[in-house]
């Protein structure tokens, strides 16, 4: 059974840049049908998606936080990395990595999970 | 972007009573919906996709309804352990987006 875990500084100062990575266990990274996905929750915004890569590196992000996200995989170590730059307190939230699977006619959805990380913004 | 509406917020509801939660999207997204299910201090879970399949290991209490704009998440019988927090999410368009969630509490 597929695990996701993720692991980063729970601290980051404002202005500087935070750094996650998502480690798979229990199934490949390269897996044609699947995106690979950060996603965020503050209880200001509620559930936010911030993007998905593919193993070939492709990535899609949301449009609110292009500017200042980059996505990486790492095919040989079966994990994915998330960087968000120039943080202020409003990035402040629990950030998951999850798995989107895809399913009959296109319809997508998250299906496994990691247990999610607080990152907290402050000096 | 889509905007995803959820009604009630919150609700209070005994054992064994069925309950009902609406997702509103702000246009047309055919069945590209999905529910979530997340208990406090643990990630949200998926209970049915493309609007109306259970997906496998939820139990059958859990349905889905709904297409086009209008979405229906239903638990015919409350179990202790369905309190939590529900979220509809539509996989119609990037970005993805979620509703605001409705909290299921004990009365």
């Known amino acids: 059974q597929l695990q996701l875990q993720e692991s980063g500084p729970g601290l980051v100062k404002p202005s500087e840049t935070l750094s996650l990575t998502c480690s798979l266990s229990?199934?490949?990274?390269?897996?044609?049908?699947?995106?690979w996905v950060w996603i965020r929750q503050s209880p200001g915004k509620g559930l936010e998606w911030i993007g998905n890569i593919y193993f070939s590196g492709d990535t899609s992000y949301n449009p609110s936080l292009k500017s200042r996200v980059t996505m990486s995989v790492d095919t040989s170590r079966n994990l994915f990395s998330l960087r968000l730059s120039s943080v202020t307190a409003a990035d402040t939230a629990v950030y998951y990595c999850?798995?989107?699977?895809?399913?009959?006619?296109?319809?997508?959805?998250?299906?496994?999970w990691g247990q999610g990380t607080l990152v907290t913004v402050s000096s | 972007d889509i905007q995803m509406t959820q009604s009630p917020s919150s609700l209070s509801a005994s054992v064994g009573d069925r309950v009902s939660i609406t997702c509103r999207a702000s246009?047309?997204?055919?069945?590209?919906l999905n529910w979530y299910q997340q208990r406090p201090g643990e990630a949200p879970k998926v209970l049915i996709y493309a609007a109306t399949r259970l997906q496998s290991g939820v139990p059958s209490r859990f349905g889905g309804s709904g297409s086009g704009a209008e979405f229906t998440l239903t638990i015919s019988s409350l179990q202790p352990e369905d309190f939590a927090t529900y979220y509809c999410?539509?996989?119609?368009?990037?970005?993805?987006?979620f509703g605001q969630g409705t909290k299921v509490e004990i009365k």
């Open positions: 246009q047309n997204i055919m069945t590209y």
């Open positions: 229990g199934g490949s990274i390269k897996s044609n049908s699947d995106f």
């Open positions: 999850a798995r989107q699977t895809v399913v009959i006619s296109s319809h997508y959805y998250f299906d496994s």
């Open positions: 999410q539509q996989s119609f368009s990037v970005p993805r987006t």
